[in-house]
C-alpha cells in the first residue's frame, strides 16, 4: 500500500487522474455488489421460508388464500400471479373462494379446461420472467466495471508514459530513459485497474451464478405448482 500511495505522489496529474476515476469506479462497483448480495440473500431466504410454508398445505392455493406473503420471495411471485390467474379462471366458472380453497374436486364448476390452465400457466411464466430481469438489474454495470477498468488503467499507462517521454531532456528517446519513479508512475493505472477489475470480476460471477441458481429455482416451482394445479383443477375429458 505504501508504495502505491508513494507511486501516486510521484506520478503526473494525467496517472493521478485515471487513478482517482478507478477508485471511483470500484467504490460504485462494490456498492452495486454488496447491495445485490444482500437483495439475494434476502430473496434466497424468502423462498426457503415460502417453499416450506407452501409444501406444508395440502391444496395449492391455502396460502393465498390464508393470505400469507412472502414479499421478497421471487417464487412467491410467481406463486400469487398463478393464483391470481387461477381464481380469475374459476370466477368465469361461477366459482366462489370456498370453492377455490377447498378445492370442490367433484363440482365441474371448480374444474378448468386445458385452454384455462394455460392461461395459468402463462401467467406463472411472466412473473418468472419479471421476477429473473428484477435479479439481473445492475448486473451489466457490474460487467463493465470488471470489463473496462483494465482498459482504463492500460490506458492511464500508456498516457502517464507518453508525458513522461515528453519530458525526457535533448537525446533521451527511449523508455529505458526513463527514471525509476517515471516507471512507477507510468504503472500505477495498470496496477490499480487490475485491483480493481479482479474482485469485481470475481463478484460478478459468484453474483451470477446465485442468480442462476434462483432461475433454477423458480423454474422448478413454476413445474410443481403447475402439476398440483392441474391435479387439482383440470377438468378431465
Not at 396460502?63 to 400471479?81: C, M, T, W
Not at 500508456?158 to 512507477?184: F, R
Not at 441458481?213 to 423454474?219: A, K, T
Request: hydrophobic share 50%; proline share 3%.
Amino acid at each position: 500500500v505504501a508504495s502505491l500511495v508513494s507511486a501516486f505522489m510521484i506520478s503526473n496529474l494525467a496517472g493521478q487522474f485515471m487513478v482517482v476515476i478507478l477508485v471511483v469506479a470500484s467504490i460504485a462497483a462494490w456498492s452495486l455488489i454488496l447491495a445485490k448480495w444482500m437483495e439475494l440473500r434476502l430473496a434466497d431466504q424468502a423462498n426457503r421460508a415460502f417453499l416450506a410454508a407452501y409444501r406444508n398445505e395440502a391444496h395449492p392455493v391455502a396460502l393465498f388464500l390464508k393470505r400469507q406473503r412472502y414479499e421478497s420471495s421471487p417464487v412467491y411471485a410467481i406463486y400469487e400471479k398463478s393464483c391470481r390467474a387461477l381464481g380469475a379462471a374459476l370466477e368465469g366458472r361461477n366459482s366462489d373462494a370456498e370453492d377455490l380453497f377447498m378445492g370442490a374436486v367433484s363440482s365441474t364448476q371448480a374444474k378448468l379446461s386445458a385452454i384455462q390452465t394455460i392461461d395459468v400457466r402463462n401467467a406463472g411464466d411472466r412473473a418468472r420472467a419479471t421476477q429473473t430481469a428484477g435479479l439481473e438489474k445492475n448486473m451489466s454495470l457490474v460487467a463493465l466495471a470488471s470489463a473496462t477498468t483494465p482498459l482504463l488503467g492500460m490506458l492511464g499507462a500508456l498516457w502517464v508514459a507518453l508525458e513522461a517521454l515528453e519530458a525526457l531532456p535533448p537525446g533521451s528517446e527511449t523508455l529505458l530513459d526513463l527514471s525509476p519513479s517515471m516507471v512507477s508512475g507510468a504503472l500505477l493505472p495498470l496496477v490499480v485497474g487490475l485491483l480493481v477489475a479482479i474482485p469485481s470480476r470475481i463478484g460478478n460471477q459468484a453474483l451470477g451464478d446465485r442468480i442462476r441458481r434462483l432461475g433454477v429455482e423458480m423454474e422448478a416451482f413454476s413445474l410443481e405448482l403447475r402439476s398440483s394445479i392441474e391435479a387439482h383443477y383440470l377438468q378431465q375429458k
